[in-house]
């Protein structure tokens, strides 16, 4: 069974900096995207961020120029590096891969990890 574990998370003053990593294990044999996605307490879960086996990247417009999210291919993992964060950046971040198959041909649509808190708070 293919699973997302995400790490990172935590409490950071305003301004401050996090990255937030996310491991896919299960014998997997590729994934196409994989991405960010938050949740904000009383609000719906949004994109943060996007990045496509090509490399092709996807920005919220509130993160524009602070976040930025790269991929370790070979280690089927991807981290979002959160810079000058703001309150507002606040919530239960969620890594996401879509299109994701195993070595045993085994296919998954999407698959969601169970979510890391980051608190933006002095």
């Known amino acids: 069974q293919v699973q997302l574990v995400e790490s990172g998370g935590g409490l950071v003053q305003p301004g401050g900096s996090l990255r937030l990593s996310c491991a896919a294990s299960g014998s997997i044999f590729s994934i196409n995207d994989m991405g960010w996605y938050r949740q904000a307490p009383g609000k719906q879960r949004e994109l943060v961020a996007r990045?496509?086996?090509?490399?092709?990247?996807k920005y919220a417009d509130s993160v524009k120029g602070r976040f930025t999210i790269s991929r370790d291919n070979a280690r089927n993992t991807v981290y979002l590096q959160m810079n000058t964060l703001k309150p507002e950046d606040t919530a239960v971040y969620y890594c996401?891969?879509?299109?994701?198959?195993?070595?045993?041909?085994?296919?998954?649509?999407?698959?969601w990890g169970q979510g890391t808190l980051v608190t933006v708070s002095s």
């Open positions: 996401h891969a879509q299109e994701v198959v195993t070595t045993y041909g085994v296919p998954y649509l999407e698959v």
């Open positions: 990045l496509t086996s090509g490399g092709s990247t």
